[in-house]
């Protein structure tokens, strides 16, 4: 089995960064993909961006000049660094993995979710 759990988060001001962590605890090595979505309040859970065991990545398009994920592979670890950050940022962010090389367009074939955390930027 695969758990996952996320620290990070909080509130900043506009134009602050945040970085969002996610540790993969259990069958680490089965995990081939693993991936950032967000959910701000009223709206519909979006993809933000994923990262494969490969090292290849792939982020929501409007999202790539300010965030970057990475991962830690000695420590199991998935990072979002968010810069820049706005109010329209706001949201839940919940890491995932997957078994398989998913990507974006593909949640449900991420097995595997986080807790959740709370990113807010206030104007």
């Known amino acids: 089995q695969v758990q996952l759990v996320q620290t990070g988060g909080g509130s900043v001001e506009t134009g602050g960064s945040l970085r969002l962590s996610c540790a993969i605890n259990?069958?680490?090595?089965?995990?081939?993909?693993m991936g950032w979505w967000r959910q701000a309040p009223g709206k519909k859970r979006e993809p933000v961006a994923r990262?494969?065991?490969?090292?290849?990545?792939h982020y929501a398009s409007h999202l790539r000049d300010r965030f970057t994920i990475s991962r830690d592979i000695a420590m199991h670890t998935v990072y979002l660094q968010m810069s820049t950050l706005q109010p329209g940022d706001t949201g839940m962010y919940y890491c995932?993995?997957?078994?398989?090389?998913?990507?974006?367009?593909?949640?449900?074939?991420?097995?595997?979710w986080g807790q959740g955390t709370q990113v807010t930027v206030s104007s």
């Open positions: 995932a993995a997957g078994r398989t090389y998913a990507g974006l367009a593909s949640p449900e074939a991420f097995q595997f």
């Open positions: 990262i494969w065991d490969d090292d290849d990545k």
């Open positions: 259990g069958d680490h090595d089965s995990v081939k993909s």
